[in-house]
């Protein structure tokens, strides 16, 4: 497929209920787009309109009801993978394997170029050829945009609610070492293994990580950045070797984990950071910690510009979400869910099988 380029232009609609000046409003209510200097700039620039007329001073007072709309210059979008395969569908959910390097939400860079962008043109698809308004798929957990594999959305309200909350209790809560020996945990309602390929050769066969994480101020980040810390919230990992390739100096891996980037954190706290990780170093550290230059091609329109060091976006390592398996949230019935595990972490034993069957 030739390359393309696509230039947007997006349009936000506020009906205010308090009044207060133009700035006040958007460096207090959209600080996470631009800083209070950026907004100052697109409001000098003509980019704001009030009840239909641009308004250049951004000591303007709005009045309650007003209309604004901020007018986003045009941006490219970097190229990105987009081919969503269906992995498992039924009333309430649909399972999708997202490739590595397509985001999931919008954010940053990427506006329209994400899976929700997808699931919306999937569902205005759907309701072409019903007679009901199809709402687009939910996704109700997160993948990393650099980790492909699972992603699951609920269809409908019920699922949702109940899908979100098996995820959110997955991750809140730490499982006790018994039964993670055992490999089984009956507190969850929804289990998640993944592939990984960490750097180096782990000598144990099973490693069961216990590593607090925690969240530093990490510049380009606006929640913050988590990272292996002593006084961050627990969070327990298993690890269980599945092939070690010595010549390559790196290993096969199958975790299971809940919280944000805990996979990516705790491997490199054991000194296995994941092949590629362009972020997490060993130690559970980012990489450069220091202040370095901005980029400022990540600054157009006045946003905030982006650091010249990794952000947890960036792709390059190897983590793939495998498996699934939870409680259906509307039968209650035990679903499997597999994506196929892709090139580039099969192991070597994997690809030698492929070969031998297919030849
Ligand atoms: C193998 O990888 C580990 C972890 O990254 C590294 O410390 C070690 O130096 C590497 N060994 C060789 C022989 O390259």
Not at 116 to 141: D, E, I, R, Y
Not at 225 to 248: F, M, N, Q, T
Request: glycine residues 8%.
């Amino acid at each position: 497929m030739a390359s393309y380029t696509r230039i947007m232009v997006l349009l936000q609609l506020f009906f205010l209920s308090t009044s207060s000046t133009l700035i006040d409003f958007y460096s207090t209510n959209h600080a996470n787009s631009a800083p209070l200097q950026g907004w100052l700039q697109r409001i000098r620039n003509g980019q704001i309109s009030v009840d239909g007329t641009i308004t250049t001073d951004p000591n303007a007072l709005l009045r309650d009801g007003s209309q604004l709309v901020y007018h986003r210059q045009p941006w490219t979008e970097p190229d990105v993978p987009y081919l969503l395969k269906i992995l498992y569908e039924d009333e309430d959910m649909i399972a999708l394997d997202k490739p590595s390097g397509l985001q999931v939400l919008p954010g940053g860079l990427f506006q329209q170029r994400t899976v929700l962008t997808q699931l919306q043109w999937w569902a205005s698809k759907q309701s072409s050829s019903s007679v009901h308004q199809v709402p687009p798929p939910v996704p109700v957990h997160r993948l990393g945009r650099g980790t492909s594999g699972i992603l699951l959305c609920a269809k409908t309200k019920v699922a949702k609610t109940r899908l979100a909350a098996y995820f959110a209790d997955g991750t809140s809560k730490v499982l006790n070492k018994r039964d993670i020996n055992k490999g089984i945990d009956l507190n969850r309602k929804i289990s998640k293994v993944y592939r990984a390929l960490v750097t180096g050769i782990i000598q144990e066969d099973e490693v069961v990580i216990e590593q607090p994480i925690g969240m530093i101020q990490y510049p380009g980040v606006a929640k913050g950045l988590y990272v292996a810390s002593p006084a961050g919230k627990p969070a327990l990992s298993k690890v269980i070797v599945l092939e070690r390739d010595v010549k390559g100096n790196c290993t096969f891996v199958q975790i299971q984990s809940g919280r944000p980037h805990q996979i990516r954190i705790h491997l490199a706290t054991i000194g296995h950071p994941l092949l590629g990780d362009p972020l997490y170093v060993s130690g559970g550290q980012p990489k450069c910690l220091d202040s370095d230059p901005v980029d400022d091609n990540f600054a157009q329109d006045g946003g905030y510009p982006r650091p010249m060091k990794p952000l947890p976006g960036d792709c390059g390592y190897r983590l793939h979400a495998h498996q699934l398996v939870l409680l259906h949230p509307a039968t209650n019935e035990v679903i499997e869910i597999t994506a196929p595990i892709p090139s580039t972490l099969q192991t070597p034993q994997e690809r030698q099988c492929k070969t031998a069957h297919t030849s």
